[in-house]
């Protein structure tokens, strides 16, 4: 059941960035049936069910309607630049084993085929922190990282004062601090609560030296 709803990468650009979703709906039938309805203009690459069975809706080469507006790197047209995985999930469960594990598989071979690095598998919450939560706080970054499929930082302190410049230099977009810091603890430090401190500044001092845009 492939999606119509695609088009060409702009410009010239070719996948530099992969973006990880959920889908937000009650179950994978209705998210499929949703990315490929021409009327509601919005797709994904890969869609991967509960179950780890992974459908191919829009070519990799073309354009998927997956991420909408938000930037990453000082790209901003980031459907043009990145391939879109949704994972069947509501958003208040966990993701299963066979997802997970075909997950991994897929994007093993994505990165393989388009030479894409472990730091550009973002969330979708990463590119558009001021509207989107996605894949949340229940999603497992640190496995993905352990197998080189994401990056993940290690232990550090900084000065608060160097978050929001060590965010851009790692590639986040523009926001207000509270967004962004509330973006980056979703994916990076799920547990953590409270004012800006300084092991949010030194995870994210870490990535930025590791992981310059």
Same mark, same amino acid.
């Given at each position: 059941m492939p999606s119509p709803n +695609?088009?060409?990468?702009?410009?010239? %650009?070719?996948?530099?960035? #992969?973006?990880?979703h959920y889908t937000g709906m009650a179950s994978c039938a209705e998210a499929r049936?949703?990315?490929c309805d021409p009327? +509601?203009?919005?797709?994904?690459?890969?869609?991967?069910?509960? *179950? $780890? @069975?992974? @459908?191919?809706?829009?070519? @990799?080469?073309?354009?998927?309607?997956h991420a909408g507006a938000g930037g990453w790197g000082g790209l901003s047209d980031i459907n043009s630049h990145s391939i879109g995985i949704?994972? %069947?999930?509501? $958003?208040?469960?966990?993701f299963p084993e066979p997802q997970m594990a075909a997950l991994e598989g897929?994007?093993?071979g994505i990165m393989a085929r388009w030479a894409i690095p472990a730091h550009r598998i973002i969330?979708?919450?990463?590119? &558009?922190?001021?509207?989107? #939560?996605?894949?949340?706080?229940? +999603?497992?970054?640190?496995?993905? &990282?352990? *197998?080189?499929?994401?990056v993940w930082p290690e232990t550090a302190t900084a000065d608060p004062a160097d978050f929001l410049p060590a965010l851009q230099r790692f590639g986040y977009p523009a926001a207000a601090p509270?967004?962004?810091?509330?973006? +980056?603890r979703l994916r990076f430090r799920p547990w953590a609560t409270g004012?800006?401190?300084? *092991?949010?500044? $030194? &995870?994210a001092a870490n990535l930025a030296r590791r992981f310059p845009v």
């Open positions: +695609f088009g060409d990468r702009r410009g010239g %650009a070719v996948p530099s960035l #992969i973006v990880l049936a949703r990315l009327s +509601f203009e919005v797709s994904a690459h890969w869609l991967l069910s509960e *179950q $780890g @069975e992974a @459908e191919a809706l829009v070519p @990799e080469p073309l354009r998927a309607w949704e994972l %069947a999930n509501t $958003g208040s469960q966990p897929l994007l093993a969330a979708h919450s990463d590119m &558009a922190p001021e509207r989107k #939560i996605d894949p949340g706080r229940r +999603f497992d970054w640190q496995r993905l &990282a352990r *197998q080189g499929l994401s509270d967004t962004l810091l509330a973006a +980056f004012p800006l401190s300084p *092991q949010d500044a $030194g &995870a």
